[in-house]
């Protein structure tokens, strides 16, 4: 059984730093790609960062780029986001996804596409 935990929400000031960490077990392949999720109070969930531990591929999008980055170690079971200089449009449930689908992350991603497993969300505060 898959599973993804992810850890590290909590309260931040504006232009401070978290550390987001997904915890990955239970995929039968090396081959799978982890992608972390925003979803903003009101609004609709969307794709942000995704990594392939088929070959390391990382991809972020234009609206976080220079800021939030991800990352792996532990072979690919920990996935981290590195969360910096946040502002308060960064506040939100943040998601980790999995899929054996490893071309979901790619270096255009299309996050209409749907992951299949799911952590169950950590929320970060961004306030001052």
């Known amino acids: 059984e898959v599973q993804l935990v992810e850890s590290g929400g909590g309260l931040v000031q504006p232009g401070g730093s978290l550390r987001l960490s997904c915890a990955v077990s239970?995929?039968?392949?090396?081959?799978?790609?982890i992608a972390w999720f925003h979803q903003a109070p009101g609004k609709e969930r969307e794709g942000i960062s995704c990594?392939?531990?088929?070959?390391?591929?990382?991809h972020v999008v234009d609206s976080v780029k220079g800021r939030f980055t991800i990352s792996s170690d532990n072979a690919g079971k920990t996935v981290h986001l590195q969360m910096n200089n946040v502002s308060l449009e960064d506040t939100g449930d943040y998601y980790c996804?999995?899929?054996?689908?490893?071309?979901?992350?790619?270096?255009?991603?299309?996050?209409?596409?749907?992951?299949?497993?799911w952590g169950q969300g950590t929320r970060v505060t961004v306030s001052s």
């Open positions: 990594f392939r531990n088929t070959d390391g591929l990382t």
């Open positions: 239970g995929f039968t392949s090396e081959d799978y790609a």
């Open positions: 996804a999995g899929d054996l689908a490893f071309f979901l992350c790619t270096e255009a991603p299309n996050w209409h596409l749907s992951y299949d497993h």
